[in-house]
Nanobody, 120 residues
Framework: QVHLVESGGGLVQAGGSLTLSCAASGDVRCIPTMGWYRQAPGEVRKLVAA???????WYADSVKGRFTISRDNAKHEVYLQMNSLKPEDTAVYYCNDPDGTTCPGVEIVWGQGTQVTVSS
C-alpha cells in the first residue's frame, strides 16, 4: 500500500499564499505520477495539478499561473505552492496518483486532506 499525509493548510486572506505538503510512504515506487485534488463543500473532488517524474506537469485552468506543483523524490514528498489565493480556492486539499499505481495489487490510501480557507 501507499499511504499519504497532507499538511500545510490554514486560513489566509485573499491574495495570500500557502504551501501544502504531501508525504508518501509504503510502496512509493508505484506512484510515478502525483497530483493535488481539492473538494469544496457540496462539490466533487477535482484534480488541480499533477506531476510525473521527472518533469511533466499539468494544471487545471482554474489554478494555472497561480499554483506550482513540485516534488522531492528523495523525500517522497509533493508540494503545492499556492499564490494569489481566491475565496473560490477554499476546499479540502488531497494528494494522490491520478493514474493509479503501477504495481498490481498495491492500493493508495487517501489521506485526510488539509483544509484551505481563503477569506475575502
Amino acid at each position: 500500500q501507499v499511504h499519504l499525509v497532507e499538511s500545510g493548510g490554514g486560513l489566509v486572506q485573499a491574495g495570500g499564499s500557502l504551501t501544502l505538503s504531501c508525504a508518501a510512504s509504503g510502496d512509493v515506487r508505484c506512484i510515478p505520477t502525483m497530483g493535488w485534488y481539492r473538494q469544496a463543500p457540496g462539490e466533487v473532488r477535482k484534480l488541480v495539478a499533477a506531476i510525473t517524474s521527472p518533469t511533466t506537469i499539468w494544471y487545471a485552468d482554474s489554478v494555472k499561473g497561480r499554483f506550482t506543483i513540485s516534488r522531492d523524490n528523495a523525500k517522497h514528498e509533493v508540494y503545492l505552492q499556492m499564490n494569489s489565493l481566491k475565496p473560490e480556492d477554499t476546499a479540502v486539499y488531497y494528494c494522490n496518483d491520478p493514474d493509479g499505481t503501477t504495481c498490481p495489487g498495491v492500493e493508495i490510501v487517501w489521506g485526510q486532506g488539509t483544509q484551505v480557507t481563503v477569506s475575502s
